[in-house]
């Protein structure tokens, strides 16, 4: 993991915990509370799918790309 990557993902946490001490302090009922913590994280969730699944796709468009360019420079 390069430095770039280790920095994003501390961002990510930070604003992550930094969302959830916001909403602990904010004066709201506890029923209101745990259901916006619940549709915050299922959001985030759905987010970090869409990103999995489209980095994958991502990864399978280039390992094609490569894999034609290597046939190509071989022969």
């Known amino acids: 993991m390069n430095s770039t990557s280790k920095i994003l993902i501390t961002a990510i946490g930070a604003a992550a915990a930094g969302a959830v001490i916001g909403m ?17 994280a299922n959001n985030w969730a759905d987010q970090l799918v869409d990103l999995f ?11 094609g790309e490569m894999k034609v360019r290597a046939e190509t420079g071989l022969s």
């Open 24 to 40: 602990l302090l904010a004066p709201e009922k506890g029923s209101d509370l745990r259901q916006k913590i619940q549709s915050t």
């Open 53 to 63: 699944n489209s980095s994958r796709e991502k990864l399978g468009e280039v390992k």
